[in-house]
């Protein structure tokens, strides 16, 4: 039955149409049109500030059904009513007993699957040397229920040794090995992205990946054992359509290996999974996760038969921060809902401090319960593909499949995302996008909340694990080398005590080398200043020369204080506001400051910047003087009263910091 009372009220308002909108716009907008508010992405795209039935027709149902090729939709027709994505927690504390520690306390809190980040020296991951550390991680844990993924520190290997130490394990726990979740992740060509080097070449490594997955694989029929990961693109400064293409890139080289093999399409395609980022732009984010599904669709269409994918969706490394860590929680939160709408199967939110150090208790806790409230508090899990029939959402995850498609027909053209990794073809484009991207940030095009904007200077840190309190880790190397790289061989030796020191195999000539995708954090370079400015005994200073009332000058005084915070530069105002611009130069001569910045309204300018800029310099002939504010036809003016630098928005915030650091002497 209609809601009479509710169409009655409705029907109160007049008609609008889109030409009154289109006024409207204008009018505030000051005689600019809505398309002055279109923005680009990094990948060429454009972001419109209206979308309609003509950008994205979804009355024709071009996306498919839930469950139905092209999977844009998803890859299941409903989803689990008490589990609508598996809640995958990293336990990566270094000893085995306290990661054991950890790994039940989450499992036992609400998360679901765990993922071991594993590294024999304990610098970045469980320093799991043998098959018995692995026990004393894993003591309790029943993987066929709970499932437990592994991951590998750069330059251990690509997983393989760690997956004979999991099959070891579960082969003396006497386990079904056709019941276990395990996701073996084994991945050479994310290996080769990220750490720059492989044992062997591409080849020879795909081929024991292969083998691997061919021959345990069929045992462990609930398990995955090749793990598609697109996310070296990405936390590299890469865009959107260059980690799409990574992953569809590497995904086709695993399937074709797999199909080379004997495998058939369905049994290698369910071999896998695929990983992604999720930034905090959750619009962009779902685009994408759409876009990989449709990717994938037709690359197994082109094969026999269009599949789905099983998509791990992790939050991004490059967006956490080290100051103010604590709007890490909103971007987490933020990334976490892009990836539920996104229909992801597995999401797996980073510790919010993971970018000052360790996780601890509070931090691992705030990880999986912005997961679970998601989930139901928030009923994310409740709608299946709430994002459908999204006009904006449909048409740029639509742009973002052929921008990422035309990627990958580049590096298809190369013979594959191996050959253009070792001729570093694909890192020049992503350190171009990178580039990009950190002149945006620079110029707080792309603000960093906490840190290049409204930075706190007396922040409060929250607490990491002091590792090191923690005892040395000693590095095994026990047990007999394999007699090959065949997955019976190295299960085998790993059964009989050979450590990971052991099973590693050694390098062979010619071995498979490139540039790697450096990681970085779009943060660093703001937080870099900040720590040359915290290592000084005395706290740098600005001081913010205002003039007129505090309601003249108050916005850009604002501006400024903000402007030099990310920098670790605080702002002082001595008595200000002034009935005199001589008890402005007294204040400023009593603070003993080198660097002050004049901060009042144009008409202010025009009228007494000059004046108050050589009156500053007769103070202080050393002193740095900076006008907040455009200078416009005044410029020439400004400089030869004594003004040396203007700050406003869009200037390169990090290059004048840089050089007030220079005049500070902390440089």
Not at 31 to 59: C, N, V
Not at 73 to 94: C, M, N, T
Not at 102 to 108: A, F, G, R, S, T
Not at 386 to 410: K, M, V
Request: aromatic content about 6%.
């Amino acid at each position: 039955m209609a809601d009479d009372s509710l169409t009655s009220f409705s029907a109160a308002f007049p008609d609008a149409d889109e030409a009154q909108w289109r006024a409207l716009v204008e009018k505030a907008l000051k005689g600019k049109g809505p398309e002055a508010l279109q923005q680009k992405t990094r990948d060429g795209i454009t972001i419109k500030p209206l979308y309609r039935e003509s950008d994205w027709p979804s009355s024709q149902d071009v996306d498919g059904l839930p469950g139905a090729a092209p999977f844009v939709r998803g890859k299941s027709a409903e989803k689990d009513a008490y589990l609508p994505w598996d809640i995958r927690q990293f336990v990566e504390h270094p000893i085995p007993k306290l990661a054991h520690d950890d790994l039940i306390k989450d499992l036992e809190r609400g998360v679901s699957s765990v993922e071991l980040r594993i590294d024999i020296t304990g610098d970045r991951g469980v320093a799991v040397q043998n098959v018995s550390d692995l026990s004393t991680v894993l003591d309790g844990v029943m993987t066929d229920l709970a499932a437990v993924a592994l991951s590998n520190s750069a330059l251990q290997g690509y997983g393989l040794e760690a997956a004979a130490l999991l099959v070891a394990w579960s082969e003396q726990k006497d386990l079904d090995p056709a019941k276990q979740k395990f996701a073996f992740n084994l991945d050479p060509i994310g290996e080769l992205a990220r750490s720059g080097a492989l044992s062997t070449t591409v080849d020879r490594a795909l081929t024991e990946t292969i083998a691997f997955t061919r021959d345990a694989g069929p045992a462990f029929a609930a398990s995955t054992c090749i793990r598609v990961d697109g996310r070296p693109a990405y936390e590299a400064g890469g865009t959107e359509a260059q980690e799409l293409a990574l992953a569809l890139s590497s995904g086709v080289t695993y399937l074709r290996a797999m199909l080379d093999a004997g495998m058939t399409l369905q049994d290698a395609n369910k071999a896998m999974i695929f990983c992604l980022s999720a930034g905090p732009d959750y619009a962009r984010e779902i685009a994408k996760f759409r876009a990989m599904r449709r990717l994938w669709s037709r690359v197994t269409e082109s094969f026999g038969e269009a599949l789905p994918l099983t998509l791990q969706v992790v939050t991004a490394r490059r967006m956490l921060t080290i100051r103010d860590p604590w709007v890490n929680m909103l971007r987490n939160t933020a990334a976490c809902f892009a990836a539920g709408v996104g229909g992801a199967d597995i999401v797996s939110v980073r510790p919010f401090t993971q970018a000052i150090g360790l996780a601890g208790p509070m931090a691992r806790r705030i990880g999986r319960n912005t997961q679970i409230m998601a989930q139901e508090e928030s009923s994310l899990g409740k709608v299946v593909d709430p994002a459908a029939g999204t006009w904006a959402i449909g048409r740029l995850s639509e742009e973002l499949a052929h921008s990422a498609w035309s990627i990958f027909q580049s590096v298809e053209g190369q013979q594959g995302i191996g050959t253009a990794l070792t001729n570093g073809s694909f890192q020049t484009h992503v350190s171009e996008a990178r580039q990009s991207l950190m002149k945006d940030v620079a110029r707080r095009k792309q603000p960093v909340t906490g840190v290049s904007e409204f930075p706190l200077i007396d922040e409060e840190m929250p607490e990491t694990v002091d590792v090191s309190s923690l005892p040395p880790i000693r590095e095994v190397s026990e047990g007999s080398k394999p007699a090959s790289r065949s997955a019976v061989d190295l299960v085998s030796a790993a059964s009989t005590g050979a450590s990971l020191s052991v099973l590693f195999d050694d390098e062979h000539e010619p071995h498979a080398q490139c540039d790697p995708l450096f990681p970085m954090r779009l943060s660093e370079p703001f937080e870099l200043l900040r720590d040359h400015a915290d290592e000084q005994e005395k706290r740098p200073e600005v001081f913010l020369a205002c003039m007129d009332e505090i309601a003249v000058y108050n916005a850009r005084a604002s501006f400024a204080a903000n402007f030099f915070a990310a920098g670790g530069i605080a702002a002082t105002t001595g008595n200000a506001p002034y009935s005199t611009m001589e008890d402005m130069v007294s204040d400023f001569k009593e603070s003993g400051d080198v660097l002050v910045c004049i901060c009042s309204s144009d008409a202010c300018y025009a009228e007494h910047a000059a004046a108050a800029a050589k009156a500053l310099r007769e103070v202080r002939p050393d002193a740095r003087i900076y006008l907040a504010g455009k200078p416009g036809d005044a410029e020439a003016a400004y400089r030869e009263a004594g003004i040396d630098d203007f700050i406003f928005v869009g200037v390169d915030v990090v290059s004048k910091l840089e050089i007030a650091h220079a005049e500070l002497g902390l440089s």
